[in-house]
């Protein structure tokens, strides 16, 4: 995107803020929404929810608890729960997960182009269910996914590795 585009397009936002009202005539529909913007939402609150984990369980210095919600947050960690959580998805679900694993976007250099996709995807769902407001199902999702990020840590780290 130019300079000038981008710049012109931050000022019509601005005004669509200011006046509280709708950017353009897109569609209302949470599973047509851009699903970069999806996973931008989902990336929050995943994060949040992390950060909200860690913090409830005492660890006593934070700078343990934000290297383990960086490691949970991450794109290797994400991608793991995004594949073991496939079967439970709904078909409406799926779609939102597709269009954000094909959504052009820079991959950072600490995962691999599909690990960066399927975060991406994961994150596209929880910022799909956000956006609809699914409440039950939000719900349903990040209890599912703090289990699998349980997996996850269990894997890579172990109960008995450090005891």
């Given at each position: 995107?130019?300079?000038?585009?981008?710049q012109?397009?931050k000022q019509k936002a601005?005004?669509a803020?200011?006046?509280?009202q709708?950017?353009?005539?897109?569609?209302?529909?949470?599973?047509a929404?851009d699903?970069?913007?999806?996973a931008?939402?989902g990336?929050?609150?995943?994060?949040?929810?992390?950060r909200?984990k860690?913090?409830?369980?005492?660890?006593?210095?934070?700078?343990v608890?934000?290297l383990l919600?960086?490691?949970?947050?991450?794109?290797k960690?994400?991608?793991f729960?995004?594949?073991?959580?496939q079967?439970?998805?709904?078909?409406?679900?799926k779609?939102?997960?597709l269009r954000a694993?094909n959504a052009?976007?820079?991959?950072p250099?600490?995962a691999?182009?599909?690990e960066?996709?399927?975060s991406?995807?994961?994150?596209a769902?929880?910022?799909?269910?956000?956006i609809?407001?699914q409440?039950?199902?939000?719900?349903e999702?990040m209890?599912?996914?703090?289990l699998?990020?349980?997996?996850?840590?269990?894997?890579?780290?172990?109960?008995?590795?450090?005891?």
């Open positions: 995107m130019k300079f000038a585009h981008l012109a397009l601005y005004q803020f200011l006046e509280n709708v950017f353009d005539n897109s569609s209302k529909d949470p599973a929404f699903s970069l913007s999806l931008f939402i990336d929050a609150y995943y994060s949040l929810c992390m909200k860690l913090i409830t369980l005492g660890i006593p210095h934070v700078q608890t934000h919600a960086a490691e949970f947050v991450s794109a960690c994400q991608s729960v995004y594949r073991h959580m079967t439970m998805l709904t078909e409406m679900e779609k939102v997960c694993r052009h976007s820079q991959v250099k600490s691999s182009v599909q960066y996709k399927e991406t995807a994961l994150e769902l929880l910022g799909y269910v956000i609809a407001q409440e039950k199902r939000k719900d999702l209890k599912q996914i703090m699998y990020v349980q997996q996850y840590c269990e894997m890579i780290h172990g109960r008995s590795r450090h005891e």
